[in-house]
């Protein structure tokens, strides 16, 4: 089989309370279908949670909007430590997530008609697109970005759909880029540029020269799944001028406070482990064969980018879309690559949460 990236499938959001960071994502993103629900311990995970097994509960939300799902995680069995330092611009780490918007615009307006206060005004990029930042209810910021790509409509006051990429800090983004070009297809530079950068002083500190990389995938992502998760961006992020940049998870566990993992939907497993032995970035974690999270299952891995961020692969081989009836989606078996039809992708919205 070969390797095949099919999307984003979600951002892990480590935060102290699920449910009230759920809601807030509700409102304000329409993050709303509920995938899976699962409280258990983590004993694969010991390597980066001090070699104890620890306790969680995580909720995997998604947008029928189209784009990626949030993995909202929470420790049981301790407290979800927060980062000691502000987290500054040039950071190593996931420093934000995008949000895809139908009209940034009009989500800016619903924010702030939610009592919401941004991070920034109506900004845009280096790629003439409107955007705009956003801290959520834990501190951890969102760019909304404009979106041309959607799976469906909802009707979300928000006009926002789920997560359309990441900003990464990074030491060396050439380094950097082996493996979010090379392994993970984002082949196409949109923007290449070191300035200052206003548009990112929303950050505790934009200050100094940055190097700013765009990348997109230049083909379109294929897969189970493709359709709904969609077209989405990593924009890396290098300091040319800061001497004190730290690891954002730096003395912390994987699960705390922050920006996870970017978690990839994939199919061939084995093929990409073998690529990303052969590139310098071996799997460090590896569920192997299939792990069960009580409503959905498949096979999970971990790499870490030549910073220590984390990037977790899931080769995903049942989900749930109407789990009163018993009615899951069996994927192991099927052909790589086809996507699911678009009726059976449409019934995942049967699970969504009203407020």
């Not at 069995?77 to 934000?96: C, H, P, V």
């Not at 920034?120 to 404009?146: A, C, R, T, W, Y």
């Not at 880029?177 to 200052?196: A, P």
């Not at 990112?200 to 700013?212: A, H, I, M, W």
Request: aromatic share 12%; net charge negative; proline share 3%.
């Amino acid at each position: 089989m070969e390797k095949i990236i099919c999307g984003i499938q979600q951002m892990g959001i480590g935060v102290p309370n699920v449910e009230s960071s759920w809601s807030w994502y509700r409102k304000n993103f329409g993050v709303n279908v509920k995938i899976f629900e699962e409280a258990a311990e983590a004993p694969l995970m010991t390597r980066y949670t001090g070699d104890k097994v620890h306790s969680r509960t995580a909720t995997l939300a998604l947008s029928m909007d189209g784009g990626g799902g949030f993995e909202i995680w929470q420790f049981t069995s301790r407290n979800t430590e927060k980062a000691t330092f502000d987290i500054q611009l040039g950071d190593y780490g996931m420093i934000a997530c995008k949000i895809k918007s139908r009209d940034v615009h009009a989500s800016y307006t619903n924010m702030l008609d939610n009592g919401v206060v941004t991070a920034s005004e109506i900004l845009q990029s280096p790629d003439g697109m409107d955007h705009f930042f956003v801290k959520g209810p834990n501190g951890n910021m969102f760019e909304v970005i404009e979106s041309r790509d959607w799976f469906s409509n909802t009707g979300h006051p928000s006009k926002c759909g789920g997560v359309a990429g990441s900003i990464i800090g990074v030491s060396d983004i050439d380094k950097s880029l082996v493996l979010y070009k090379d392994i993970l297809g984002y082949d196409e530079i949109v923007y290449d540029q070191t300035d200052s950068f206003v548009d990112l002083n929303s950050f505790e500190s934009g200050n100094g020269k940055f190097r700013r990389v765009l990348l997109k995938h230049s083909k379109p992502r294929k897969g189970p799944f493709a359709r709904l998760l969609g077209d989405t961006s990593i924009e890396l992020v290098q300091s040319l001028e800061r001497t004190d940049c730290r690891k954002i998870f730096e003395n912390r566990f994987w699960g705390d406070w922050g920006f996870i993992h970017l978690c990839f939907d994939v199919q061939g497993m084995n093929e990409l482990q073998k690529e990303c032995e052969e590139k310098g970035f071996p799997f460090t974690v590896d569920s192997s064969d299939t792990f069960d999270m009580g409503e959905a299952g498949g096979r999970f891995s971990y790499v870490e980018d030549p910073d220590g961020t984390w990037i977790e692969f899931v080769e995903t081989h049942k989900v749930p879309i109407l789990k009163k009836i018993g009615w899951y989606i069996h994927l192991k078996k099927r052909k790589p690559g086809k996507s699911l039809p678009r009726f059976i992708l449409k019934m995942m919205g049967l699970n969504r949460v009203k407020d």
